[in-house]
Every structure is written in structure tokens, then in C-alpha cells.
């Protein structure tokens, strides 16, 4: 297998999010909270789309554990991970 073909999307739901910090506080290299609204999002390196209501990103396998760090501990499952196939 060759390593870092697999991706996932990540897809954080500001609208739900309470801005508690967890999730950045777990992958600071994937999450922050924003300078707009205070609210998880993903950073911008790894962000295709992110407005006031949702962010959604695509990350390398490399990225996986520390993206499922950050939805294990958001208290609101805010934050959802899926396979791109
Ligand atoms: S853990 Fe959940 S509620 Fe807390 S900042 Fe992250 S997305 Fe928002």
C-alpha cells in the first residue's frame, strides 16, 4: 500500500460548535478556532470550504488520529470524518 493516498473529509458544524477549545487544544495542526466568529474551523492549509454555519476540509491519512483527537472530545459532536473514496 502506498502510504498517503488515502484522504478524509472533516467537517466541523460551526453552527453547533460552543467554542470550548477542545478540539484545537487536541490538533492545533487541524483545528482553530476562528478569527470570525470564535468558532472551530479547520485551518486554512487544510480547508476547501469554511463560512459562518460549517467547515469542511480534506486531510491526508497522516492527519487521521489527530482529527478523530479532536471529534472524540468535542462535547457537542460537532466534528465528523469520512473516507473519500
Ligand atoms: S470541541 Fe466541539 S464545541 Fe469545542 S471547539 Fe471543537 S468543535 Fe467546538
Known sequence: MVVGLVRYRVV???????????APAACPEL???????????VVEKYSV??????SVGEIPEELYSCAKSGADVCP?????????D
Open 12 to 22: 466541523v458544524d460551526r453552527a453547533a460548535c460552543i467554542s470550548c477549545g477542545a
Open 31 to 41: 483545528y482553530e478556532l476562528g478569527s470570525d466568529n470564535f468558532k472551530n474551523r
Open 49 to 54: 470550504k469554511t463560512d459562518e454555519n460549517v
Open 76 to 84: 457537542v459532536n460537532a466534528i465528523k470524518i469520512e473516507r473519500i
